[in-house]
């Protein structure tokens, strides 16, 4: 087997929920002036009024399955946490991540600098434990890189254990991803199957398959004259917009229930269209989005088209062209 040099290396932890399970404690201390809880409107559109970043977190915010905020004395949003209560794709990670029913995955978390140092991670990580426990979920998951000494610390207080190790590799000119599970592989380490590892291609054939097809599609909506737009929120429109790189313009911002919602103008930042309402003011006769639905058919096409037990390949979600 050919050998591959590991690139980087990141940690796998879990941490099972049920409904007798300890939970590092609520209680919040005395001298802290941030109240954690649930994500609300306010923290939104406190966000998005904020400038360019502001409006980015929102997005991120608004895309997630649950989600809990630490706010200052002001209301002001300085700590976020995400959770995933399905398979998704997310900028910050190395790829889609599979989530199964009745689990949950952290990611994404936030502190502004001005907050740092108050233990607001610790906190937002017990207030997410106590809300999926109450909702039933039965583990959560979560990955740091092997150098995030802080974050193992954590997770390791809050009750998760390091159960497997994930890492990119090449072979030839092509980048991998290898979930293993158990031990970690040192820089230079030979890698062989017999070491349990499953391996995913970057941009694999199942994948570059859909773009084509997206753009095929497209390409005979516009010659009957058809204007399509992107619509999406967060990684789900980023990674449509490497899909069909041909694709403007690119409409983010917008959850998945509010497709067919109308409201005010957009405001236009180069070829971004930023504002969660109103999406007719693009002119697009056509919208493409990801579609939450595709849960089943990410599934199916794990089991088809991936090694047996992988959790690391990850086809692209359905997306959809609608006529608006």
Known sequence: MQMAHALGRWVIFSRALSPDAALPSLAEPGTSEVTIGPLERRDLDRLAASGRKGREDAAILESADVAVV?????????????????????????????????????????????????????????AILHELQHRGIRRIEAHTTERNGTVRRYYGEAGFDEVGWLFTTTYGSTVHWITAAQRPFFEGAPLHASDGLHVHAERDAEVARLARELDDQIVVLRQEGARVALLGSGAAADELLLLVPSLRPLVVGVADSDVRRQGATFGVTGDRIVAPEGWTATGATHLLYASKAYQDEMHDQHLAFGPPGSRGIRIHPRVEVVAV
């Open 70 to 126: 630490g706010r200052d004395g002001h209301g002001e949003v300085v700590h976020f946490r995400c959770i995933a209560l399905a398979s998704f794709t997310h900028p910050g990670l190395p790829f889609p991540i599979r989530v199964d029913e009745g689990e949950a995955f952290s990611y994404h978390v936030e502190t502004a600098r001005s907050a740092r140092g108050r233990g607001l991670a610790r906190r937002g990580l017990a």
